[in-house]
């Protein structure tokens, strides 16, 4: 399985906001490096995709998410908004496939694992409730 992560760019990042960052993004299984741009054209290249170094702005890191890449995402989406954007997503990798923000963003949206178990606990268990009820009904 081709590895997912994310593209960050930071500007005005303190570095006890680095490490709280670093910390938090590690506590979810992950981990972030920050490199140059050509080692990232570089590595993206070897890797069978481009990234072009001229429309990377900023300083550049990667994100890899670990074992939960929405969790992860919706972190990383969350911090940038607490920290008045010093850590921006500009785009990453998801399922072999290159996205921008925009769908990063997107994805951050989307419901988390336990979420996604809730709602379909709840799609199941209705029908089953208003069965009961209704036998319930009859019986009394």
């Known amino acids: ?56 702005p900023g300083h550049i890191g990667v994100i890899y998410p670990g074992t939960d890449f929405l969790d992860t995402t919706k972190f990383a989406f969350a911090f940038s908004k607490d920290s008045d954007n010093a850590v921006e997503v500009i785009g990453g990798r998801f399922e072999g496939s290159l996205h921008d923000a925009k769908a990063m963003k997107m994805l951050s949206q989307l419901p988390g694992k336990d979420e996604m178990r809730a709602q379909l606990l709840g799609v199941l268990q209705a029908p089953l409730a208003e069965t009961l009820a209704v036998i319930d009904a009859l019986l009394c």
């Open 1 to 56: 399985k081709e590895p997912a992560f994310l593209l960050m760019k930071y500007e005005k990042l303190s570095a006890n906001k680095a490490n709280e960052f670093r910390r938090e993004i590690f506590k979810r299984g992950g981990s972030v490096f920050v490199m140059r741009k050509r080692l990232l054209a570089k590595a993206a290249q070897e890797n069978g995709f481009t990234i072009e170094v001229k429309a990377l």
